[in-house]
């Protein structure tokens, strides 16, 4: 089945630093890709719909510019929390699709605790 | 916009016993998908069951069935012989089924196992 890896699973950092999370799609080329974000004991927000070789498009209220995505290739996108503050800790999952009419699949999400 | 409706923050089911999940959804698009996803405390994301809403045949897969009802914009979710591997948050989601869109989560329910 469609295998998408996301690492690193657990990030710990100071305020102030940049972090990045890979998202990869290992057995399939993803057209699309998604960034989400879940706080604890709630449901996953969308943040991000990313298109290979093109500009993400952000949802309302998230900051392009605090959470950087790039879909360079078809099996690879990043998000990039630049400046983290405590704040941005949360759980950050990607998902990837091959198509339109394909199922979504999600990586294993990212931890991240800025202290 | 569409949105998705899990007014069941909380459910338990006694081991070997059925249980419902109920959803709802708010869509004026004719062609969608529908799916439920399971999230395990390890907090990966398991598609459980999906939906094509062209379809009158209520989706299974072993044992869990759904119960969609078009007119009435409600998909539940059915799981019998409840096993304790089934705790976990169960999330519905909705899907248009054109262009480049991504899944909208209800906010979850947390079902609970007794043995």
């Known amino acids: 089945g469609a295998v998408v890896s996301q690492h690193p699973s657990w990030v710990i950092c100071k305020s102030g630093t940049s972090v990045k999370i890979e998202c990869r799609s290992l057995?399939?080329?993803?057209?699309?890709m998604f960034w989400y974000r879940q706080f604890p004991k709630q449901s996953l927000m969308l943040m991000a719909t990313s298109n290979e070789g093109s500009k993400a498009t952000y949802e309302q209220g998230v900051e392009k510019d605090k959470f950087l995505i790039n879909h360079a290739s078809l099996t690879l996108s990043t998000l990039t929390v630049t400046s983290a503050h405590p704040e941005d800790s949360s759980f950050y999952i990607c998902s990837a699709r091959r198509s339109s009419n394909q199922p979504q699949h999600f990586g294993d999400g990212t931890r991240l605790s800025i202290l | 916009a569409q949105t998705v409706t899990q007014s069941q923050p909380e459910m338990s089911v006694q081991e070997a016993e059925t249980v419902t999940l109920s959803c709802t959804y708010d869509?004026?698009?004719?062609?969608?998908?529908l799916f439920w996803y399971k999230q395990p405390p390890s907090r990966q994301m398991i598609l459980v069951i999906r939906q094509e809403a062209y379809k009158q045949q209520n989706a299974t897969e072993n044992r869990f069935s759904v119960n969609f009802q078009k007119a009435a914009k409600s998909f539940s979710l059915k799981i019998s012989d409840s096993q304790l591997g089934d705790a976990a948050m169960y999330f519905c989601?909705?899907?248009?089924?054109?262009?480049?869109?991504?899944?909208?989560f209800g906010k979850g329910t947390r079902l609970s196992v007794i043995a």
């Open positions: 989601a909705y899907r248009r089924g054109s262009g480049n869109t991504p899944l909208v």
């Open positions: 057995d399939f080329q993803a057209t699309t």
């Open positions: 869509t004026s698009e004719s062609d969608y998908y």
